[in-house]
Each structure stands twice: as structure tokens, then as C-alpha cells.
């Protein structure tokens, strides 16, 4: 799927700018990889700026997505949000938990979502920090 493809450009990135005159590049990455390790599992690396981007409006009328609330949630509680089917893009969880496009924030103020995803993802080079900034966490 779309995953696949992604990871396969940002190995390729990270392997041709080994092999090149920019191998220092791929050199600290690994090392910052190396050092930064366990941030997929202890929070993530959420970015407001990338989860408020314009694309994933475009996204969100794309699939087309919707969140409807149905009830307020205590914000000093913590919730588990359950999706199904997820398909093959998880389009849905992604599109309402992952970016501000269906209003997240808005409907439900104070609560901080995270999308669980295989730990596997997070070990290719510049794919896990975009998933991180978009506030998947790991599932260990």
C-alpha cells in the first residue's frame, strides 16, 4: 500500500545519500536514530504544524472523513478510541486522530490523541520521524 511505497523512497533516500558525497548525512541520522530510539514508545514527537497542513483538508474530502461527537469526554480522563474496518490506509484513524482536518481538537479540547502503529515502522530512516510528528506512538 501507500506505507509500503513511502518507506521504500525514505530507505532509498537514506542508501543513496550513503553511497554519495552526502554520507556524513546518512552517517548522523543513524547516529541520532541510534540516540532518539525509544521516543516512538514514550509519546512521540507530535507537531501541531503538521497535523494543522492544508493537504490533509484535501485528504479528509479525498476519502471523504467525518468525526461526529456524540459526547463531551473529561479531558483529565484517559480514552480509548476503537475504529473498524481500518482497511488497508487507515484512512479514517489517520485522518481524525493523526491531523486537525475533521476538527479533533476542537470538538474534543484538552485531549491529546495518539494512533498506535507497529514497531517495525519506526526503525526506517526519515519515514519514522514524519509518522512521529503526525503522533503515531509504538505499540511496545
Sequence with gaps: GDTCFCT??????????????WWTVSLLYAGWLWLDWDTPS????????VRSWTVWEHFRDYFPLKLIKTVDLDPAKNYIFGFHPHGVLVAGGFGNFCTEATGFSRLFP????????????????????????????NTQ
Design 110 to 137: 484538552g485531549l491529546r490523541p495518539h494512533l498506535l502503529m507497529l514497531p517495525f515502522w519506526f526503525r526506517v530512516p526519515f519515514f519514522r520521524d514524519y509518522i512521529m510528528f503526525c503522533n503515531y506512538v
Design 42 to 49: 514514550s509519546g512521540g514527537r507530535r507537531s501541531q504544524w
Design 8 to 21: 521504500q523512497c525514505c530507505m532509498a533516500a537514506f542508501i543513496l545519500l550513503l553511497v554519495s558525497d
